[in-house]
């Protein structure tokens, strides 16, 4: 039976280590599902299973818009929720016992082809879109409610970065080395898919477990309803441009995850290409983050960000030279990329959290399920638009789509569409989140840290909190 630790932890009581690492490996799904449907879902239905590029990008796009609508609910839902186990870990073991098999039987490749595949994948990639956001909305909301300390909190989500650069490097590299072991083949999918929903079934399942030793420091308020919700980020100016900025940052993510396979495939000339090229892209991920960290504890977390934003447009301008100037500078480019990438998953967080907390100290309410539902819905709209976005500029390039026995030439105007769609189009969009990044304010140094609200403005009179939980 886990410790009963009955004091809320502050400033001087740190959180036990191993609710910091058990917290952390949820970044295994949340990375995973992130990336693996990202980069190849779209190549698997117009390279394996002969869909149109069109037709194939609303069958990506559709289901993850669904997230928009149901992120907030689920976040609304948790902040309510009395269940056994506290508010927030029973919907990350329901998530944890749906999404892995959802997800193998998406790339189970049955015998359909065209729309009928296309019709298959929708759904199922709906059902698991849904799946992950009942883990994922209270996942990312736990933080703010574990403890009220700022520099714990970075902590906590220093462990998360970390894991979620395991996750993204392990799932990147070893999702395509499966999927293309033997010739794209619907066998080597279906057993990509198996591995896949292995590694998420790990993440899930121990951030589950090992949360139940987490002390609950603080609870959110939940909202009505999804109006009432935006209602409340309209007033919040900060979070609007934080959002913005980061919405704009992941569709560009979301366009290259979608256009690194075609881009390994028709301008570096080999599909296995993908592997090397993203493990140069995720593999700065863990080595340079405690880089951006001590830039962020010297210049502040706006200022990083500036840095890691203006470096993503670089490296995105110089990876567009690739057709011209040779693969060595599509892999240089890649290397820059993903130094800036790394910045880009640490910085936005930190900034969320003090925004978060700022707003408990200007309003006097914890509203924290609120804005890391809208968040995420916002994040995960970008990276499923980033490969609608892509599949778009397939179908206007003329993109031929193929099944696995019979592939086509393509023309040399959808060539050019898949290298600028990996580089230009990306270069455009980080140019315009500056805009909302110039426009977000820091809240001050004392607003990082807020007291509890008092007890008739919270949602629920405040308890004695002990970590001994019923599962």
Same mark, same amino acid.
């Given at each position: 039976?886990?410790?009963?630790?009955?004091? *809320?932890?502050?400033?001087?009581?740190?959180?036990?280590?191993?609710?910091?690492?058990?917290?952390?490996?949820?970044?295994? /799904?949340?990375?995973?599902?992130?990336?693996?449907?990202?980069?190849?879902?779209?190549?698997?239905?117009?390279?394996?299973?002969?869909? $149109?590029?069109?037709?194939?990008?609303?069958?990506?796009?559709?289901?993850?818009?669904?997230?928009?609508?149901?992120?907030?609910?689920?976040?609304?839902?948790?902040?309510?929720?009395?269940?056994?186990?506290?508010?927030?870990?029973?919907?990350?073991?329901?998530?944890? /016992?749906?999404?892995?098999?959802?997800?193998?039987?998406?790339?189970?490749?049955? $015998?359909?082809?065209?729309?009928?595949?296309?019709?298959?994948?929708?759904?199922? =990639?709906?059902?698991?879109?849904?799946?992950?956001?009942?883990?994922?909305?209270?996942?990312?909301?736990?933080?703010?409610?574990?403890?009220?300390?700022?520099?714990?909190?970075?902590?906590?989500?220093?462990?998360?970065?970390?894991?979620?650069?395991?996750?993204?490097?392990?799932?990147?590299?070893?999702?395509?080395?499966?999927?293309?072991?033997?010739?794209?083949?619907?066998?080597?999918?279906?057993?990509?898919?198996?591995?896949?929903?292995?590694?998420?079934?790990?993440?899930?399942?121990?951030?589950?477990?090992?949360?139940?030793?987490?002390?609950?420091?603080?609870?959110?308020?939940?909202?009505?309803?999804?109006?009432?919700?935006?209602?409340?980020?309209?007033?919040?100016?900060?979070?609007?441009?934080?959002?913005?900025?980061?919405?704009?940052?992941?569709?560009?993510?979301?366009?290259?995850?979608?256009?690194?396979?075609?881009?390994? *495939?028709? *301008?570096?000339?080999?599909?296995?290409?993908?592997?090397?090229?993203?493990?140069?892209?995720?593999?700065?991920?863990?080595?340079?983050? $405690?880089?951006?960290?001590?830039?962020?504890?010297?210049?502040?977390?706006?200022?990083?960000?500036? /840095?890691?934003?203006?470096? =993503?447009?670089?490296?995105?301008?110089?990876?567009?030279?690739?057709? =011209?100037?040779?693969?060595?500078?599509?892999?240089?480019?890649?290397?820059?990329?993903?130094?800036?990438?790394?910045?880009?998953?640490?910085?936005?967080?930190?900034?969320?959290?003090?925004?978060?907390?700022?707003?408990?100290?200007?309003?006097?309410?914890?509203?924290?399920?609120?804005?890391?539902?809208?968040?995420?819905?916002? !994040?995960?709209?970008? =990276?499923?638009?980033?490969?609608?976005?892509?599949?778009?500029?397939?179908?206007?390039?003329?993109?031929?789509?193929?099944?696995? !026995?019979?592939?086509?030439?393509?023309?040399?105007?959808?060539?050019?569409?898949?290298?600028?769609?990996?580089?230009?189009?990306?270069?455009?969009?980080?140019?315009?989140?500056?805009?909302?990044?110039?426009?977000?304010?820091?809240?001050?140094?004392?607003?990082?840290?807020?007291?509890?609200?008092?007890?008739?403005?919270?949602?629920?009179?405040?308890?004695?909190?002990?970590?001994?939980?019923?599962?």
């Amino acid at each position: 039976m886990p410790p009963d630790l009955r004091a *809320t932890p502050g400033p001087a009581t740190p959180l036990p280590r191993r609710v910091r690492i058990g917290y952390g490996l949820g970044s295994l /799904c949340t990375g995973t599902f992130a990336t693996v449907p990202g980069l190849i879902l779209l190549y698997y239905l117009t390279n394996v299973l002969a869909v $149109p590029a069109a037709v194939a990008g609303f069958a990506v796009f559709l289901p993850k818009a669904w997230d928009v609508l149901i992120n907030p609910i689920v976040g609304a839902l948790s902040d309510r929720s009395r269940l056994r186990g506290g508010p927030r870990r029973p919907f990350l073991l329901a998530g944890a /016992c749906t999404l892995p098999p959802l997800f193998a039987l998406l790339f189970a490749a049955p $015998p359909l082809r065209g729309a009928a595949a296309a019709g298959y994948v929708a759904v199922l =990639f709906l059902l698991a879109a849904t799946a992950y956001a009942v883990f994922q909305v209270p996942y990312v909301t736990m933080p703010a409610e574990m403890t009220e300390d700022a520099d714990e909190r970075g902590r906590v989500l220093g462990w998360r970065v970390g894991f979620l650069g395991v996750a993204i490097l392990l799932s990147g590299a070893l999702a395509p080395a499966i999927a293309h072991a033997d010739g794209d083949t619907p066998a080597s999918y279906r057993l990509m898919g198996i591995a896949v929903a292995a590694l998420l079934a790990l993440g899930m399942f121990g951030a589950w477990f090992a949360t139940r030793w987490a002390p609950e420091a603080a609870r959110s308020e939940a909202e009505p309803s999804l109006r009432a919700q935006l209602a409340v980020a309209r007033e919040n100016r900060s979070f609007l441009h934080l959002v913005g900025m980061w919405t704009l940052q992941a569709l560009a993510i979301g366009v290259m995850l979608a256009a690194v396979q075609y881009f390994a *495939t028709y *301008t570096l000339g080999s599909a296995t290409a993908v592997t090397p090229l993203f493990a140069a892209l995720i593999g700065p991920l863990v080595l340079v983050m $405690p880089l951006w960290n001590r830039i962020a504890r010297r210049l502040g977390v706006k200022r990083a960000q500036w /840095c890691a934003s203006l470096l =993503f447009l670089a490296g995105t301008l110089l990876l567009s030279l690739t057709p =011209f100037a040779g693969p060595a500078v599509g892999y240089g480019a890649v290397v820059v990329i993903g130094i800036a990438y790394a910045g880009l998953q640490l910085l936005p967080l930190s900034m969320l959290a003090d925004t978060l907390a700022a707003d408990v100290v200007r309003t006097g309410r914890r509203r924290a399920a609120t804005f890391t539902g809208l968040w995420t819905a916002a !994040e995960t709209l970008a =990276f499923a638009l980033g490969a609608g976005v892509f599949a778009l500029v397939l179908a206007v390039t003329g993109f031929r789509s193929s099944d696995a !026995e019979h592939q086509v030439a393509q023309p040399d105007a959808a060539l050019a569409g898949i290298s600028a769609g990996m580089s230009l189009l990306p270069a455009l969009l980080a140019a315009a989140s500056l805009w909302p990044l110039h426009r977000y304010r820091e809240a001050p140094a004392e607003e990082h840290t807020p007291p509890l609200p008092s007890v008739p403005e919270q949602a629920a009179p405040q308890q004695e909190v002990t970590t001994d939980r019923a599962d």
